[in-house]
């Protein structure tokens, strides 16, 4: 096994995916997107020459950078930034008058040589005051339709036009020709489908969510979806294959855009080797005893992540001695560290800092369940299959998750037997029974259910398993490509 996570024996093919190019797009820095980044390594472990484009985390950046990791190139293309200044304009024009009296004032103050200046500073407040009026309407719109903080609906749309679809066309000029365009989610899809229409390839469409049904989008009025929905199946009608991240996305929007070729790559990461004894890193961290049961929580503390619920469990009957432990970062956090000071949970809460990605594993595998009551209040949320999922399982760790389809699959339905147990996640009654039926089976059943999850990790859900089906989908891919060529060059034999 490479260290990517690819099987040796794709690696070791001498298949026509070696000569393939792909370029990757995604609407972020790369940094810290795992799929991307598995993706990108196990494409280029077996053989194929990988670029991902992505954009700077900072919108001052001006120019292209480049490096390299794990045998591919990272382009970081900037985001264009001129539309931002005449945006803001348009969307606060009154905001100019004291620059335009200014100069109006400075142009009269000349004499006849600046009159003409100062007239011309007059049709420009004239401008301004219709703008303004103009715009009234759109605020009372969009005001009364935005559900976000700070971000109107018609602001959104905007972005979208000039932000992401920008960035998708300097993106794209900034792609090399390549065989193969990937675009990582909706707002990568644009920049693949316009580097083909420039540069001829295919177009693979990366799919990590139900993009509309997924964070703020959700909260948007029905006839914005309904463009950006629009705009999703227009732009998927240019892509060859969908790669999703589970079995019911793969339905969903393999149905929704119409595309035949779908392939299911779960987020999981690759198998990990449990040490002989097993790390206790939580109880040092917390100062808690090896007796103590810990349930954790790890990932983006997160609005309807089921927080709330899990700490409300700890306040069920017969739940006194269980500690859970919040470990990561996000926009709950302040509101987490104030939950840790209520008397009522007596000091059964800890927040602890997310930690990096290659120590995860053991800090994980020290404690005693793993909860997810993620809450159903978007269908991206019941239909998902998250990565604390898989990354629990990965280190022997039994898991409480939401009563969701894709979940109660993973959890329930394993041929080997349950990898933990299911709950309502609106219900802390629900979820402290969950958490019980874990933590009061016997000592020796307890290890049986770790030794399970961690057979099951290495034998189904891991990263070296999910590779092989991309790995397979570029290698039909490249397959295509050669017989393509191959015939266009037997017709140019034939005609010549």
């Known amino acids: 096994m490479t260290s ?23 609407y972020n820095d790369v940094s810290r997107d795992s799929r991307v ?40 293309v900037p985001m264009p930034h001129e539309w931002r200044r005449w945006w803001y304009r348009f969307r606060k024009p009154w905001h100019m008058r004291g620059l335009i009296v200014r100069r109006f004032r400075y142009h009269l103050g000349r004499g006849p040589a600046g009159w003409i200046r100062a007239t011309a500073y007059l049709g420009v407040a004239l401008l301004v005051g219709i703008s303004s009026l103009i715009r009234l309407p759109f605020i009372a719109i969009s005001g009364g339709l935005s559900q976000t903080k700070h971000d109107s609906t018609f602001d959104w749309l905007i972005r979208w036009r000039w932000g992401v679809l920008g960035w998708a066309r300097a993106a794209a000029a900034a792609a090399p020709a390549a065989d193969v365009y990937h675009g990582h989610d909706l707002t990568g899809l644009p920049a693949a489908v316009r580097a083909q229409a420039r540069k001829g390839g295919l177009v693979v469409y990366d799919s990590h969510e139900s993009f509309m049904d997924s964070g703020s989008n959700v909260k948007r009025p029905r006839w914005a979806k309904a463009i950006l929905r629009w705009f999703e199946r227009r732009q998927a009608r240019h892509a060859v294959a969908l790669v999703t991240v589970n079995r019911s996305l793969g339905e969903l929007l393999g149905a929704r855009l119409r595309l035949d070729r779908v392939v299911v790559v779960y987020n999981c990461p690759a198998r990990w080797a449990a040490p002989a004894e097993r790390p206790d890193l939580l109880r040092r961290a917390t100062s808690l005893t090896q007796a103590t049961p810990i349930a954790l929580y790890h990932g983006a503390f997160s609005p309807h992540r089921g927080l709330e619920e899990l700490a409300e469990a700890l306040l069920v009957p017969g739940m006194e001695a269980v500690h859970a432990a919040f470990l990561g970062y996000g926009s709950r956090e302040e509101a987490l560290r104030a ?24 800090w994980v595998a020290s404690a005693d369940v793993g909860v997810m009551a993620i809450q159903a209040s978007t269908l991206n949320h019941r239909l998902s299959s998250p990565n604390k999922l898989f990354e629990s399982i990965a280190t022997g760790l039994p898991v409480v998750v939401s009563d969701f389809l894709e979940m109660r699959r993973i959890v329930l339905e394993d041929p080997d037997g349950p990898l933990g147990a299911v709950c309502d996640p609106a219900d802390p009654v629900s979820i402290a029974a969950a958490i019980r039926s874990i933590l009061d089976l016997p000592s020796e059943d307890r290890e049986a259910l770790r030794a399970r999850c961690l057979r099951a990790a290495h034998e189904r859900w891991n990263w070296e398993t999910e590779s092989s089906r991309l790995v397979a989908l570029y290698d039909s891919l490249a397959a295509e490509i050669a017989r393509s060529g191959a015939d266009a060059g037997s017709l140019s034999t034939t005609g010549g």
């Open 4 to 26: 990517t996570g690819v099987p040796e024996e794709i690696v070791a093919t001498d298949a026509p995916r070696r000569a393939l190019r792909v370029v990757m797009f995604v």
């Open 37 to 76: 980044l598995r993706e990108a390594a196990s494409l280029a472990a077996a053989g194929l020459r990988v670029t991902v484009i992505g954009r700077p985390r900072s919108a001052d950046e001006r120019d292209i950078t480049r490096h390299q990791r794990d045998g591919f190139e990272i382009a970081l």
């Open 339 to 362: 939950m840790v000071q209520d008397p009522r949970y007596g000091g059964r809460l800890h927040v602890l800092e997310a930690v990096a990605p290659e120590v995860l594993p053991a």
